[in-house]
């Protein structure tokens, strides 16, 4: 079945460490998103890539980083410079800009700062 | 840039029918998309509007309205398992591959 992968499920992590989160999809899908969620909040859009090694900011990029090597993964690197990470981090796919651009999520990820 | 707003909660019956609004202020439109999400899940697809006027799909609807910068998502024959947060999004113009969220509108269904 084709999907969005993402993990770890549940991530801890200390104050002034670095953590990635994977994400990886075999839709076939050309564009990725990163998403972050908080409590009784909507989803704001953190960096996306509509082509293999590009990829553009978001509204809220910063303490984030991210990379596109292959088609099929997108991990979002959460660094020390973020300074209130704790939240749900949802990763999705598009066709692309070509299409209706209906995003495909992951079931998500969810971090805690310790 | 984008503003969306969207009712924070709402509470209907079972088998009643609801109308969740979306208003909306861009800088530049290119079609609005509702999905609905479960509590610790993730968001799914439910619908998408570019054009003005009513799209049935079931026991869901979706209006759109672009002169009023308007859309509401109707819910028919409402079940328990509709209880969810329903977010509505708007797709950027300039750059087609970027949508915007609102916070979502929570809906409890109750028996």
């Known amino acids: 079945d084709g999907g969005i992968t993402q993990s770890p499920k549940y991530l801890f992590r200390k104050e002034g460490q670095n953590v990635t989160l994977s994400c990886e999809q075999n839709?076939?899908?050309?564009?990725m998103y990163w998403y972050r969620q908080d409590p009784g909040q909507g989803l704001r859009l953190i960096y996306y890539s509509q082509i293999v090694n590009d990829f553009q900011k978001g509204d809220i990029a910063e303490g984030y980083s991210v990379s596109r090597e292959k088609k099929e993964s997108f991990p979002l690197t959460v660094t020390s410079a973020q300074k209130n990470p704790t939240a749900f981090y949802l990763c999705a796919s598009s066709i692309g800009s070509r299409g209706a651009n209906v995003l495909t999520f992951g079931a998500g990820s969810r971090l805690t700062v310790l | 840039g984008q503003n969306i707003d969207q009712p924070t909660e709402m509470t209907a019956t079972e088998g009643a029918i609801v109308q969740i609004n979306c208003t909306y202020q861009t800088s530049g439109f290119n079609g609005l998309f509702w999905y609905q999400q479960h509590a610790g899940e993730a968001p799914t697809f439910l619908s998408y509007n570019v054009l003005d006027g009513l799209e049935e799909k079931g026991r869901f609807s979706s209006f759109l309205s672009r002169s009023k910068g308007y859309s509401y998502l109707l819910l028919k024959e409402l079940q328990m398992k509709d209880s969810a947060s329903y977010l509505c999004a708007v797709r950027d113009r300039v750059n087609a591959g970027k949508s915007t969220f609102g916070d979502g509108t929570t809906l409890t269904v109750k028996p």
């Open positions: 839709l076939n899908h050309d564009a």
